[in-house]
C-alpha cells in the first residue's frame, strides 16, 4: 500500500466573491446610548446593496447630526438584521494606544 496523497487545484470562480457581495446587503444602523455601556438602543435606518452607496449614505446622515446628537450611524456588513444587531451589540476592547499614537 501507498501513502501518496494526491492534491487536487480547483480553480475559484471569479464570481462567487460577487455573489457573497450579492447576497449580504449594508445596513446603517441609528445607535442610541442607553444607561450603560452595554444597553443601546438599535434602528435601522437603511439598507443598501454596495459599500460606496452605505458609506455616502451614513455621511450624509452624520454629517446631519448638530453638535448636541446623541446618537451616531454605523454602517455594518451583515447576513441579515439580526446578524447586524448582534454584531452591533457586542461588547468590544479598546484598541491599545502604542507610544506614538498618544
Known sequence: MSNQHTLAILPFPENSLNAIENTMPYYIYKITPGPTNLLKT??????????????????????????????????????????????????????ILREWEK
Open 42 to 95: 438599535l434602528e435601522k435606518v437603511e439598507q443598501h446593496a454596495s459599500y460606496k452607496e452605505a458609506r455616502d449614505s451614513a455621511r450624509t446622515l452624520r454629517s446631519a447630526l448638530g453638535g448636541d446628537a446623541n446618537h451616531t450611524f454605523k454602517v455594518i456588513f451583515a447576513a441579515s438584521e439580526l446578524e447586524a444587531e448582534e454584531l452591533l451589540m457586542e461588547k468590544r476592547e479598546e484598541p
